[in-house]
């Protein structure tokens, strides 16, 4: 059946790496009479984790949707890998939904991927709450869990559920906004009246959800003042605003192995958690001016491609999530952003991997069409003749690169074709040909991603594929002024060759790249061979004299020359200035350019002094540091041929727990050992150039 906007929820379910996630989608189909039986993880079964790569590794890697339906509306569920490296999957399911739910392993509080996921749903403005998981664990601490959250992201968790008893005697939950106790075990947790013992701590807690639906709403807040307390009603109408306006964060306990705390979980999602109705969408206009539109059923069909998925049964699945009007099967709609009809067949729901046919979508939700023709990932499609699109996903740059090749040449096409899906399906990861350095490099959010893709091209496509560590683009310059001349001259059969130019070089400032002067005056050099000249010069310039790498912030001027009436000629000329310029730039100091890169790190303040000691041995140069609630900021520049690892090397300084952002910063000079190491690298390098 197909549900009306205001009786859809989106969640994203995320969090730090193994805090319980996929445990808890599991328990949630489970509480919503989706499966019979929950799975662990552990067995390679649950709905969420059902690709090989993720039963293989026992971690999610891929965004995962599902649903349950209970009064009357539909849930949708999104389970989000942890692992920095598919941060992609969980900002394409924020951009997806209206609540964030981030899910705290009790055991150890807030830990830092969470932080980063926190960042991001603020700066979405998206409604958030907690679920501090694992409280059947003896080393769970419910208590610093929740006053972790307090300092780390510096606001007020209400809790909406509160545990009962710790770690072996931990018990279940109590259900504070209904007022319910619900007690762990194998089934479907079942409501029953709250123990006298857990009476007090329900009261305390009642009186805090009472508070906080109050600041809600004007009026409830008089009656609150006035009577001292709320309906259960009045309470779920002052919540739902308090949330869509971000004056409340909701907690929840449980323990997801345990089915514990799941069902006032679902209750709450219900009846208070934000409806599409109240999300604004950023779109983009004609004209690229940026408004913001409200999730509309009445308008004409709009709707967003989240996501990109091949499945080997199932081939090109495109999750789309629906902003304005409905889509129905067996419809036509128009591909704004490949300005192409797109014609819809079949549209489809999904548990997981089971698709579930259905004949309509409405504004809000979210659902699948296969086999389309045109839709790739950011995509807006259309019903109308509306020309806006919507905004595309904002991804952080990639971290980590290799270069890759088929070991068999003939394999290299299949490895082409592999890298362009790959990158289709995961918006983090890119791949490109450097022609300076005649490789192919991809690039992502980690190692763990980019081995994961490459493993999946080699069994995939049975291909042999060997990585290296990419190459550096190094550059050449000039470190003071100097002149040359060069005379270019051949005598064969008819026509001979000359050409005599004489130039002057100087440094520019860093970044410049290149000037060409013409100070030829009186002919020295006619005018119709100034192009030749030019050319020999860029020519020249291609490849340096130390390591034939790029010379780049040169000035080239042309003071003088010599031509011959008959013989001369662009080429002629062409060949004596770029023979003048190599002369020139052996006199002129030459010296070898490394790019740096400027980085930023973020980890667990504990690991600091590590961290600062590594990056000094990498040359690096701190610029700046910040620490916010337990977690430090670290900005520096560092040479990019020290951070070909470092996403490795941060990984073991931290456990795991550090990340960091990269992007290029400016050129500067090498010299003594590590310059004599770049040259001798290049040594055997062939530079093709054409002498005709
Ligand atoms: N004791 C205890 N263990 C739990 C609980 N929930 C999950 N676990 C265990 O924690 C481990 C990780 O659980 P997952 O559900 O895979 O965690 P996740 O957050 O989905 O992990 P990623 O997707 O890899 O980030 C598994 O061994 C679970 O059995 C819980 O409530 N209590
Ligand atoms: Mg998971």
Known sequence: MSYTTDNIKNVSIAGHGGSGKTTLFERLLFAGSVIAKPETVESGKTVSDYTGEEIDRKISIHTALGHVDIKDKKLNFFDTPGSSDFTGDVILSFRASEFGLLVIDGRSGVQIETIK???????????????????????????????????????????????????????????????????????????????????????????????????????????????????????????IEALAEHKFVPSFAGSAVKNSGVVPLIDFIADAGPSPLTAKDTITGPDGELSKVPIDPAKPLAALVIKTAYDQFSGKLSWIKIINGKLGADSEATNVSENKKERIGKIYICQGKKLEEVRELNAGDVG?????????????????????????????????????????????????????????????????????????????????????????????????????????????????????????????????????????????????????????????????????????????????????????????????????????????????????????????????????????????????????SDLSGKRGKIHGQDAVGGIAEIRAEVPHAELLRYSIDLRSITSGTGSFSVGFAHYAPISGRIAEDVIKSREGFKVTETEE
């Open 368 to 612: 699948i069409i296969t086999k389309s023709a045109t839709l790739r990932t950011n995509d807006t499609i259309t019903g109308g003749d509306a020309s806006f699109t919507f905004m595309p996903l904002r991804l952080p740059e990639p971290v980590h690169s290799v270069a890759v090749n088929a070991l068999a040449k003939k394999d290299e096409d299949k490895l082409g074709e592999s890298l362009v899906r790959a990158a289709e399906e995961d918006k983090t990861f890119r791949y490109n040909f450097n022609a300076e350095t005649r490789e192919t490099v991809i690039s992502g959010m980690g190692e763990l991603q980019i081995n994961i893709i490459l493993d999946k091209i080699r069994t995939g496509q049975k291909i042999e594929l060997e990585t290296r560590i990419p190459r550096i683009a190094y550059r050449e310059t000039i470190q003071k002024k100097a002149g040359a001349e060069y005379t270019h001259k051949k005598q064969t059969g008819g026509h001979g060759q000359y050409g005599k130019v004489v130039m002057e070089i100087a440094p520019l400032p860093r970044g410049e790249n290149y000037q060409f002067v013409n100070a030829i005056f009186g002919g020295a050099i006619p005018k119709n061979y100034i192009p030749g000249v030019e050319k020999g010069v860029v020519e020249g310039m291609a490849h340096g004299t130390m390591a034939h790498y790029p010379v780049v912030d040169v000035e080239v001027k042309i003071t003088d020359g010599k031509y011959h009436p008959v013989d001369s000629s662009e080429l002629s000329f062409k060949l004596a200035a770029r023979n003048a310029f190599r002369d020139a730039m052996k006199q002129a100091t030459p010296t070898l350019l490394e790019p740096i890169m400027n980085l930023t790190v973020f980890v667990e303040e504990k690991y600091l002094g590590d961290v600062m």
């Open 117 to 239: 996921l926190w960042r991001n749903l603020e700066g979405r403005e998206k409604p958030r709450g907690f679920f501090i998981n694992k409280l059947d664990d003896e080393k769970a601490d419910y208590d610093h869990s929740l006053a972790d959250i307090k300092e780390k992201f510096k606001c007020e968790p209400v809790p909406v559920t509160i545990p009962m008893g710790k770690g072996a005697a931990y018990r279940g939950v109590i259900d504070v906004l209904n007022g319910k106790a619900y007690s762990a075990g194998d089934g479907v947790e079942a409501a029953s009246p709250i123990p006298d013992d857990c009476k007090a701590a329900y009261e305390a807690a009642r009186e805090k959800l009472i508070e906080a639906a109050a600041e809600g709403d004007d009026t409830l807040m008089e009656k609150y003042i006035d009577q001292g307390s709320l309906s259960p009603e009045e309470m779920h109408t002052g919540l």
